[in-house]
């Protein structure tokens, strides 16, 4: 028999089947038919992580600051340090290292309390950063008042210090929103793996990834606008 002839029949026989799309570049309609499904995964998982996630680190990196300004030099060094010490750990580490840590914990829940934690530690300087720029002729005066310290982190300091920081802790949260597709590292059905999944069972990226890519840009982008609005606007106030 033929050298050739017999490669042929042996190649035949070994190489897996490939299937290929011979389909249109992007097909409409099985765009339609899927984005139920993708966007179902946003609310669910992407949007939900992200609005959860923010509160938290708003609330925490606020807390964060608040501590490094006012405990003792050691104890605050300590918070300074832990602080950092996530700041500078990537996040996807993080979400991998809770999900094995806290396997009672439901893969959402632990994306929240990530994102949540390692974003609160750089808003936590934004908030610092706000905080000194209040004029210490308000200081002063809070203590000519006798006004208590937590009244006057309530009343005075705080409420000026967000008019400078607002801008930046809602350019965190754009950030945070874009990268809830590492939450596929701990199973989480977030937008974008729903949206592979689909292309890797139907062999049709092009319409799921776009999908995917559009969602946030329709989430995102509006969102930059009325910070960037603000931003002026309380520029513009002071």
Do not use: C
Not at 96 to 106: C, E, N, R, S
Not at 194 to 202: H, K, R
């Amino acid at each position: 028999m033929n050298s050739s002839l017999i490669l042929a029949q042996a190649t035949e026989v070994d190489s897996p089947t490939r299937v290929t799309d011979t389909g249109p570049f992007f097909d409409f309609g099985f765009a339609v038919d899927i984005f139920p499904e993708i966007f179902m995964a946003f609310l669910k998982v992407t949007l939900l992580v992200t609005v959860a996630g923010t509160i938290i680190a708003s609330i925490l990196g606020l807390v964060i600051a608040i501590l490094i300004m006012v405990l003792p030099k050691p104890l605050a060094w300590i918070v300074k340090w832990a602080a950092n010490f996530i700041r500078m750990t990537p996040i996807i580490v993080q979400l991998i290292f809770l999900f094995w840590t806290f396997l009672w914990l439901d893969p959402i829940q632990i994306g929240i309390i990530v994102f949540g934690i390692h974003y609160a530690t750089y808003m936590s300087e934004v908030y610092r950063a706000g905080i000194e720029s209040v004029p210490k002729g308000q200081w002063e005066a809070t203590t000519a008042l006798s006004m208590s310290a937590v009244r006057t982190w309530r009343k005075v300091i705080i409420p000026q210090a967000l008019r400078s920081t607002v801008p930046s802790l809602g350019n965190y949260a754009i950030s945070m929103f874009k990268d809830t597709p590492f939450l596929f590292v701990i199973s989480a059905a977030e937008m974008v793996t729903v949206a592979q999944t689909i292309g890797s069972e139907t062999f049709r990226y092009n319409e799921a990834i776009t999908i995917a890519g559009l969602i946030f840009l329709a989430a995102s982008y509006p969102t930059a606008v009325l910070i960037n609005r603000l931003e002026k606007r309380l520029a513009y106030a002071n």
